[in-house]
Nanobody
Framework: QVQLVESGGGLVQAGGSLRLSCAAS????????MSWYRQAPEKQRELAAS???????NYADAVKGRFTISRDNDKNTVYLQMNSLKPEDTAVYYC??????????????WGQGTQVTVSS
């Protein structure tokens, strides 16, 4: 099956930077669109950024110009570089991956989440 391992969260002061990583694994799976979602306390989970296998990116308005999503298809890993962090970026960040396989129906997987806390 598919496993997603996230890393890179933590505590940072406003204006600082963090880089999140999410490594996907699973034999006979193709990892298509890879995304980062975030969920702040008492708020709904929302898309922060996504990237297709071909490199097309999409960003939420709230993070445009500050966050950069990228991926390494050889390593099946997606990254989120977060700069100029603000207290309102505080949330649990979740990796999300669309997968396909010649043996299974297309599916969608979530990582376990990594906490990002930005202090003012």
């Amino acid at each position: 099956q598919v496993q997603l391992v996230e890393s890179g969260g933590g505590l940072v002061q406003a204006g600082g930077s963090l880089r999140l990583s999410c490594a996907a694994s699973g034999a006979a799976f193709r990892f298509n669109t890879m995304s980062w979602y975030r969920q702040a306390p008492e708020k709904q989970r929302e898309l922060a950024a996504s990237i297709t296998r071909g490199g097309t990116t999409n960003y939420a308005d709230a993070v445009k110009g500050r966050f950069t999503i990228s991926r390494d298809n050889d390593k099946n890993t997606v990254y989120l570089q977060m700069n100029s962090l603000k207290p309102e970026d505080t949330a649990v960040y979740y990796c999300n991956v669309d997968v396909s396989s010649p043996f299974y129906s297309p599916s969608n997987y979530w990582g376990q989440g990594t906490q990002v806390t930005v202090s003012s």
